[in-house]
């Protein structure tokens, strides 16, 4: 018998089929002991999947506080093979993103390589990730954000002229559509030089693209598993992957970046927004060669680091912020007192200064009070995760975590855990008055992630914030009409970003006071 006969023989085919089934079932399951063995609690994965089969299509929000709940502050999860430790224990939460940060310097690995979005801080490691960030960072200081804060409130005055408009027709508001616009507004702005006069005009080229970059196909897909699962799977596909990411409407972007940088090579022109201020910071940032120090980077580089941070400042800013206003419009509806309580804060503070502007919304306590709650309730990002980057043991050992693995805060779990917050879905910004806020542990916390790799656009993202609020609060009353929900409601689906189904809610002018004038 020669080997074709043989490698043709119904026997071995099967033989060799299952051999090949055995070997795959025992690469996806290899790691299936590995918390049960460190008496770790956790659900029971299943192959392929881990734990992560439905997840797709849960309310993750509902999905993160069940597991919580029944598995307690620490236990064991399995994206597909991979080990996750998922944690709400604010001694753990405290070393692992502060103390033994070096052992969890990433985020979690996909291994793009695209140009710019290789650039992008959320994807960097190690090094390159510590110099970048320390090069943008000073974009994003106190002063730098005042001379943005000019064009934040440009923006406010449009909205603030929409919902006068809609006062005076409908009198209410689609909120998340509302807060969509003025955030896509401050985008424009701040992260592409950009002033779209007709920002309403669904036909103007970066509107049309925005929208399908902001409103991707739905995520109620296993597929959508698939970078979690299996990254080294997903990353053979480098081709396949960058078409998923890279889209034409995402490339335009990159396009309008490069041409926006070509003409200011050319302008001696000031700007006041974020392309200017981290061109600014990048290239002072410098490295020493041979005892002199140079700059760190090349004009190209530093140009793709510029246009990967801007699309990057885009895709984290516009529906984070927009969600978050969204949710704060509705709570002050549906709280009306506390809403009262926020405009007597505001008008107060109002009369020491001409108009509403940066160094007024640092100086309302009341007004951060009702924005941490709000975050709190409804943070933007439901998970935080970290990789492991070397071997690390806590707790004297009792608890392993291997190089490659996987941390996970759930974040909304978090907020909403009794411990920490008592009776957790009650809307109560004295929560956060500064002899509340000393008697839980900063931990507990997580809105903007936290530690060295926190969100580097945090300042900016309250700013804004704050500018808006502030603003409309003193001009506008908002109210629950017959379409205002009873609270707040979230999609399903496997998401990063927190996203609250549009509601609508009512709008009305205020009297006008001396001060508001």
Same mark, same amino acid.
């Given at each position: 018998?020669?080997?074709?006969?043989? /490698?043709?023989?119904?026997?071995?085919?099967?033989?060799?089929?299952?051999?090949?089934?055995?070997?795959?079932?025992?690469?996806? +399951?290899?790691?299936?002991?590995?918390?049960?063995?460190?008496?770790?609690?956790?659900?029971?994965?299943?192959p392929?999947?881990?734990?992560?089969?439905?997840?797709? *299509?849960?309310? &993750?929000?509902e999905?993160?506080?069940?597991?919580? !709940?029944?598995?307690?502050?620490?236990?064991?999860?399995?994206?597909?093979?991979?080990?996750?430790?998922?944690?709400?224990?604010?001694?753990?939460?405290?070393?692992i993103?502060?103390?033994?940060?070096?052992?969890?310097?990433?985020?979690?690995?996909?291994?793009?390589q695209?140009?710019?979005?290789?650039?992008?801080?959320?994807?960097?490691?190690?090094?390159?990730?510590?110099?970048v960030?320390?090069?943008?960072?000073?974009?994003?200081?106190?002063?730098k954000?005042?001379?943005?804060?000019?064009?934040?409130?440009?923006? @406010?005055?449009? &909205?603030c002229?929409?919902?006068?408009?809609?006062?005076?027709?409908?009198? *209410?508001?689609?909120?998340?559509?509302?807060?969509?616009?003025?955030?896509?507004d401050?985008?424009?702005?701040?992260?592409?030089?950009?002033?779209?006069?007709? &920002?309403?005009?669904?036909?103007?080229?970066?509107?049309?693209?925005?929208?399908?970059?902001?409103?991707?196909? +739905?995520?109620?897909?296993?597929?959508?598993? &698939?970078?979690?699962?299996?990254?080294?799977?997903?990353?053979? %596909?480098?081709?396949?992957?960058?078409? /998923?990411?890279?889209?034409?409407?995402?490339? %335009?972007?990159?396009?309008l970046?490069?041409?926006?940088?070509?003409?200011?090579?050319?302008?001696?022109?000031?700007?006041?927004?974020?392309?200017?201020?981290?061109?600014?910071?990048m290239?002072?940032?410098?490295?020493?060669?041979?005892?002199?120090?140079?700059?760190?980077?090349?004009?190209?580089?530093?140009?793709?680091?510029?246009?990967?941070?801007?699309?990057?400042?885009?895709?984290?800013?516009?529906?984070?912020?927009?969600?978050?206003?969204?949710?704060?419009?509705f709570?002050?509806?549906?709280?009306p007192?506390?809403?009262?309580?926020?405009?007597?804060?505001?008008?107060?503070?109002?009369?020491?200064?001409d108009?509403?502007?940066?160094?007024?919304?640092?100086?309302?306590?009341?007004?951060?009070?009702?924005?941490?709650?709000?975050?709190?309730?409804?943070?933007?990002?439901?998970?935080?995760?970290?990789?492991?980057?070397?071997?690390?043991?806590?707790?004297n050992?009792?608890i392993?975590? !291997? *190089?490659?693995?996987? @941390?996970?805060?759930?974040?909304?779990?978090?907020?909403?855990?009794?411990?920490?917050?008592?009776?957790?879905?009650?809307?109560?910004?004295?929560?956060?008055?500064?002899?509340?806020?000393?008697?839980?542990?900063?931990?507990?916390?997580?809105?903007?992630?936290?530690?060295?790799?926190?969100?580097?656009?945090?300042?900016?993202?309250m700013?804004?914030?704050?500018?808006?609020?502030?603003?409309? @609060?003193?001009?506008?009353?908002?109210?629950?009409?017959?379409?205002?929900?009873?609270?707040?409601r979230?999609?399903?689906?496997?998401?990063?970003?927190?996203?609250?189904?549009r509601m609508?809610?009512?709008?009305?002018?205020r009297?006008?006071?001396?001060?508001?004038?």
């Amino acid at each position: 018998m020669n080997a074709l006969e043989i /490698l043709s023989s119904p026997a071995i085919c099967v033989a060799t089929v299952v051999s090949c089934l055995l070997l795959c079932y025992r690469y996806v +399951t290899s790691t299936f002991n590995y918390f049960s063995a460190q008496g770790i609690p956790g659900p029971k994965p299943i192959p392929i999947f881990g734990n992560m089969w439905q997840v797709w *299509k849960a309310n &993750l929000p509902e999905y993160d506080i069940a597991l919580v !709940k029944k598995y307690g502050k620490v236990f064991g999860y399995f994206d597909g093979p991979i080990p996750n430790l998922w944690i709400t224990d604010t001694d753990m939460i405290k070393a692992i993103f502060v103390k033994d940060f070096d052992h969890f310097v990433d985020r979690r690995n996909f291994e793009i390589q695209t140009k710019i979005v290789r650039k992008w801080v959320a994807m960097m490691k190690g090094q390159e990730w510590k110099d970048v960030r320390s090069s943008v960072t000073p974009a994003f200081t106190s002063g730098k954000i005042k001379r943005m804060s000019g064009l934040i409130k440009d923006c @406010v005055s449009e &909205l603030c002229d929409r919902l006068t408009c809609f006062t005076e027709t409908r009198g *209410k508001i689609d909120a998340k559509l509302t807060f969509s616009t003025f955030t896509m507004d401050v985008i424009a702005r701040c992260a592409f030089g950009l002033k779209i006069d007709n &920002l309403g005009n669904k036909d103007d080229p970066f509107i049309k693209n925005a929208q399908f970059v902001f409103n991707p196909p +739905t995520n109620k897909s296993p597929a959508v598993l &698939l970078p979690f699962m299996y990254p080294k799977v997903f990353a053979m %596909f480098g081709r396949f992957t960058e078409h /998923l990411i890279v889209t034409k409407e995402m490339k %335009f972007f990159f396009k309008l970046l490069e041409n926006v940088l070509q003409e200011r090579s050319q302008s001696k022109e000031i700007y006041h927004d974020f392309i200017q201020m981290a061109d600014e910071a990048m290239s002072e940032f410098m490295k020493e060669v041979d005892g002199k120090k140079v700059p760190m980077w090349s004009r190209e580089i530093i140009d793709e680091i510029i246009m990967g941070q801007s699309t990057l400042f885009m895709l984290a800013g516009f529906d984070t912020t927009a969600t978050t206003l969204t949710n704060t419009c509705f709570l002050l509806a549906k709280h009306p007192k506390i809403q009262e309580k926020l405009y007597d804060s505001i008008l107060a503070k109002r009369g020491e200064y001409d108009e509403v502007c940066h160094e007024m919304v640092q100086n309302i306590p009341y007004l951060e009070m009702v924005i941490q709650e709000v975050l709190r309730l409804c943070p933007p990002g439901v998970r935080v995760e970290r990789q492991c980057t070397k071997d690390y043991s806590y707790d004297n050992g009792r608890i392993h975590i !291997k *190089k490659g693995h996987i @941390v996970t805060v759930p974040a909304y779990a978090l907020h909403h855990m009794e411990e920490y917050y008592p009776d957790p879905e009650k809307f109560d910004p004295e929560r956060w008055t500064p002899e509340n806020k000393a008697k839980r542990s900063p931990y507990t916390f997580m809105a903007f992630g936290t530690g060295p790799r926190n969100c580097i656009g945090m300042r900016f993202a309250m700013e804004e914030m704050k500018i808006a609020i502030c603003t409309i @609060v003193q001009k506008f009353r908002f109210f629950p009409v017959e379409e205002t929900p009873e609270k707040l409601r979230f999609d399903d689906g496997f998401t990063t970003a927190l996203q609250s189904i549009r509601m609508a809610v009512g709008i009305e002018f205020r009297p006008k006071t001396i001060n508001s004038q």
